[in-house]
C-alpha cells in the first residue's frame, strides 16, 4: 500500500511555472510507475505524465509536451511535474497516482491516487 500526498499547486499567470511535487509513503516507491492526471471543471480526469519505476521513460499528453517535464527522485519518495509556460487551459486540479505495473495514459490501470492539488492559470 502506497499513499500519495500532492503539494506545490497555486495561482499563476500564463506563462509562469510551477512544480508539484508528490510524495509518497512506504518502503516500495521505487517500484511503482507514476503518474499525474489532472481534471478541470465540467471535465473528465485526463493523462498528463507518466513515468517508470527508474525514471528511464517518460510519457506526456500532446498538450503538455515540450512545456511539462516528470521526473522522480526514489531516494525522497518524491515524483515532480515541472510545468513551463503554463496556459489558462492547464487550470485543473492535478492527481498523481502510482501503479504497480503500468506507466501509460489509462487511469483505470493505476491502483493508488492522491488527493489532489488545485492549479489556476490566469490570462
Known amino acids: 500500500q502506497v499513499q500519495l500526498v500532492e503539494s506545490g499547486g497555486g495561482l499563476v499567470q500564463a506563462g509562469g511555472s510551477l512544480r508539484l511535487s508528490c510524495a509518497a509513503s512506504?518502503?516500495?516507491?521505487?517500484?511503482?510507475?507514476m503518474g499525474w492526471f489532472r481534471q478541470a471543471p465540467g471535465k473528465e480526469r485526463e493523462f498528463v505524465a507518466a513515468?517508470?519505476?527508474?525514471?528511464?521513460?517518460?510519457y506526456y499528453a500532446d498538450s503538455v509536451k515540450g512545456r511539462f517535464t516528470i521526473s522522480r527522485d526514489n531516494a525522497k519518495n518524491t515524483v515532480y511535474l515541472q510545468m513551463n509556460s503554463l496556459k489558462p487551459e492547464d487550470t485543473a486540479v492535478y492527481y498523481c497516482?502510482?501503479?504497480?505495473?503500468?506507466?501509460?495514459?489509462?487511469?483505470?490501470?493505476?491502483?493508488?491516487w492522491g488527493q489532489g492539488t488545485q492549479v489556476t492559470v490566469s490570462s
Open positions: 512506504g518502503r516500495t516507491f521505487s517500484s511503482y510507475a
Open positions: 497516482a502510482a501503479s504497480t505495473y503500468y506507466s501509460g495514459k489509462d487511469s483505470g490501470k493505476y491502483n493508488y
Open positions: 513515468i517508470t519505476w527508474s525514471g528511464g521513460m517518460t
